[in-house]
């Protein structure tokens, strides 16, 4: 039996490998042997020929943000010309569409802006609430809590508090990239350390929250940072109490590149091809046997490669994404409405099952 089965045999019986067996299985691991032990844990968590997705919307509460990070083409200045914030009425016409096609989430991003604080976001949710008390809110994320603590001079269990009080239902993963500073000294330098990132979803975690864990890669990073990000959201899956849910999955995505700063300005191009992608969500499969879920990011690599994934270790599709304006403004171009979904699913070889925020089947 050569080392690399050695390694992927303790995958598939759930033990949690080490640095070095990580970083060797992503550097000399053959393709096809990532993949079908991808698949075997796949199906040992989850024994069903299920491939769940979701409908919802995402919407930006606002493209002003004082982050500028280097790969984004969305935000803008206070006072630039086409910034904007949504407004009750926006919202309204939007959810209604969203309720009009059988979805339920709204999942709620936006930049950080100077000027909103805990209480704009408060009276938001709470505006939501009371006009549409079905609507789930997946809202804010890591670098806008951590902005939120700054402005409001307290303390991120209280900003999570006074959130989910007014009607936050679960924290999105975003803003995580890479979890380096080197890394993040690069692309994301106005936005919060990855120590905060993690210190926000720990607090989340207790309360507890569900959250869900992204990650942003080729662009700036090395391999071994790509694993030690994985490992970072594994070990902080692993301190979670017991009562909670933590992260309900994991979900990558290629750095989308046409016209950002870190192509323009720094020669920095997307570096994952269709392989490269695949080989990373096998061994992300393999490195979390702590989170259930492991998500294809179709929209970004698109439906051909997003099926592929459902081979290699991915149990979900995805949203629809009825609205999505962030990486789209970097050179996104894949869409797919609800017949579209439920086909490329069965394409595949899979039962599409919709589902909502908490990976709750909906009949």
Known sequence: MGANENILNKAVDGVFLSKEEANDLYLHAGDGELMEAADRIRWKLHPSPEVTWIIDRNVNITNVCVSFCKFCNF??????????????DQYREKVLHLFSL??????????????????????????????????????????????????????????????????????????????????RRIVSKGKCTADEWLEVMRTAHKMPLPTS???????????????????????????????????????????????????????????????????????????????RHIQASWLTVGRSTGQICLHAGADDFGSVMIEENVVSAAGSRNVMDIGGMEEAIREAGFIPRLRNQLFERLD
């Open 75 to 88: 935000c803008r200045r206070n006072d630039d010309e086409d910034a904007y914030v949504t407004t009750l």
């Open 102 to 183: 059988g979805g339920r989430q709204l999942l709620l991003q936006g930049g950080m802006h100077p000027g909103l604080g805990l209480e704009f976001y408060t009276h938001l949710f709470r505006s939501l609430k009371g006009e549409f008390p079905e609507l789930r809110l997946h809202a804010l994320g890591p670098p806008e809590i951590v902005h939120l603590a700054k402005m409001e001079k307290t303390d991120y269990l209280t900003v999570l508090n006074e959130l989910r009080a007014s009607g936050l239902d679960s924290l999105p993963g975003a803003g995580a990239e890479i979890l380096s500073e080197r890394v």
């Open 213 to 291: 864990a992204t990650m942003m890669f080729g662009h700036a990073e090395t391999l071994e940072e790509r694993v030690e990000h994985i490992l970072r959201i594994r070990d902080l899956q692993a301190e979670k109490p017991r009562y909670s849910q933590g992260f309900l999955n994991f979900v990558s995505w290629p750095f989308q590149d046409e016209g950002t700063v870190l192509r323009e300005e720094m020669g920095i191009r997307n570096s994952v091809d269709a392989r490269q992608y695949i080989r990373l969500l096998a061994l992300s499969r393999i490195l979390l046997p702590n989170i």
